[in-house]
């Protein structure tokens, strides 16, 4: 079975630090993993994939994420936070070309 | 250009009621898929359409069903509804089904139950 962990439920940094989200999956195929955010009362917005080419994918708005087939991870990280990055952030699995499968999200929350 | 419209935005229902929510995907965009998202139990897969065909379903009862168009626009019923139903209902569209392909989210429809 295909799972998703998200290893920290908040995570609170300050404006100008950098951001680490972490997660780690499981998955029988070959997945896809994508990241996701999420502001407050608004659909979800992709801000970066992986697809089995180079391991350290970029993104939109700074972020970028670096995909460890033997640490089965795929952790996003920002150099520099700023106030706008306050959101939810989703951790996804597309494992083989079945059915999306979300974490239960990161809440960043950047302080001034 | 337009992104994924989902109408109507808010939506307040009565138990037992049934309803239909509608999805506008991304002009060119052949693939459409339905989640539910609730503070309990997260996003949850609903399913998946891509040529007027169901490709993916998700571990919901036979209450939640949809269908997609000829245009790709896609709609989602549910029926005899339940205060656990309550949720934010989200549409994705995809130029195509499955792969590595990224989807694009509307902004999601509001269901609440009373």
């Known amino acids: 079975a295909q799972s998703v962990t998200q290893l920290d439920s908040h995570v609170s940094v300050s404006e100008g630090t950098p951001v680490l989200l972490r997660c780690n999956y499981s998955s029988s195929y070959s997945p896809s993993l994508f990241w996701y955010v999420q502001h407050p009362n608004k659909g979800l917005q992709l801000l970066l994939k992986?697809?089995?080419?180079?391991?350290l994918v970029k993104g939109i708005n700074g972020f970028e994420a670096e995909f460890k087939k033997s640490e089965t991870s795929f952790h996003l990280t920002k150099p520099s936070a700023h106030m706008s990055d306050a959101a939810e952030y989703f951790c996804v699995v597309r494992p083989g070309g079945q059915n999306f499968v979300f974490g239960p999200g990161t809440r960043l929350s950047v302080l001034p | 250009k337009a992104g994924v419209t989902q109408t109507p935005r808010y939506l307040i229902k009565t138990r037992g009621q049934q309803v239909t929510l509608s999805c506008s995907p991304i002009?060119?965009?052949?693939?459409v898929s339905w989640y539910q998202q609730t503070p309990g139990q997260g996003l949850q897969f609903l399913f998946e359409?891509?040529?007027?065909?169901?490709?993916n379903k998700g571990n919901f009862p036979g209450r939640f069903s949809g269908r997609q168009f000829s245009n790709s626009r896609s709609e989602m019923n549910v029926s005899t509804l339940e205060l656990g139903d309550s949720a934010l209902y989200l549409c994705?569209?995809?130029?195509?089904?499955?792969?590595?392909?990224?989807?694009?989210f509307g902004s999601g429809t509001r269901l609440t139950v009373v």
């Open positions: 359409y891509f040529s007027e065909t169901q490709r």
């Open positions: 992986y697809t089995s080419a180079a391991t």
């Open positions: 002009s060119g965009h052949r693939s």
């Open positions: 994705a569209s995809s130029l195509q089904w499955g792969g590595d392909y990224g989807y694009t």
